[in-house]
Every structure is written in structure tokens, then in C-alpha cells.
């Protein structure tokens, strides 16, 4: 079983950059893929980010490309959201989740969830 604990979310200006983070327990940390999901008032949650177990793959929504990059540090079990250029409809609630891989992570494949982390983008 693991755990996710998501923190770093705040309320940035924007054009201004916000890191998010997720510490994970469990000793199968590293065997899943991970991701970040976000879901704002009235809508549905879509996928932000998702990186393989490894490290080695990344991949992003459309709407996040070239403006966050999700990074994890196994020996930490952590997963971070580094975001960049931040616009106000990036206002959300921001969830930690795994999978068994990245392609999962993107067709209902998820295992886990985290609690959460507002971020908030002011114009």
C-alpha cells in the first residue's frame, strides 16, 4: 500500500512559479509510475503530468507543455511538479497519484490518490 501526501501549493501571481511535492510511503514507491492530476470548481479531474517509475519518460497535457516539468527522486520517494509561467486557469486543486505505468496513469489506471493541494493563480 502506499501513501501520498501532497504539499507546496500556495497562491502565486501570475507569470509566477510554484513547486509542488509529493511524499510517498510504501516500499513500492519505485515500482509505480506516477502522475498529477488537478481539478478546478465545476469541472472534471484531467491529467497534468505522469512520470515513469524509472524516471526516464515524462509526459504532459497539452496545456502544460514547456511550463511544468514533473521530476522524482526515488530515494526520497518523492514526486515534484515544478511549474512555471503560471496562468490563472492553472487554478486547481493538485493531486499526487500512481499507476502501474505511464500509459495508465492516462486510461483509469490509477491505484492511489493523494488528499490534495490548492494552488491558486491570481491575475
Known amino acids: 500500500q502506499v501513501q501520498l501526501v501532497e504539499s507546496g501549493g500556495g497562491l502565486v501571481q501570475a507569470g509566477g512559479s510554484l513547486r509542488v511535492s509529493c511524499a510517498a510511503s510504501?516500499?513500492?514507491?519505485?515500482?509505480?509510475?506516477m502522475g498529477w492530476f488537478r481539478q478546478a470548481p465545476g469541472k472534471e479531474r484531467e491529467f497534468v503530468a505522469g512520470?515513469?517509475?524509472?524516471?526516464?519518460?515524462?509526459n504532459y497535457a497539452d496545456s502544460v507543455k514547456g511550463r511544468f516539468t514533473i521530476s522524482r527522486d526515488n530515494a526520497a520517494t518523492t514526486v515534484y511538479l515544478q511549474m512555471n509561467s503560471l496562468k490563472p486557469e492553472d487554478t486547481a486543486i493538485y493531486y499526487c497519484?500512481?499507476?502501474?505505468?505511464?500509459?495508465?496513469?492516462?486510461?483509469?489506471?490509477?491505484?492511489?490518490w493523494g488528499q490534495g493541494t490548492q494552488v491558486t493563480v491570481s491575475s
Open positions: 512520470i515513469s517509475w524509472g524516471g526516464g519518460s515524462t
Open positions: 497519484a500512481t499507476a502501474q505505468t505511464l500509459y495508465g496513469l492516462r486510461t483509469m489506471g490509477v491505484n492511489h
Open positions: 510504501g516500499r513500492t514507491f519505485s515500482k509505480y509510475a
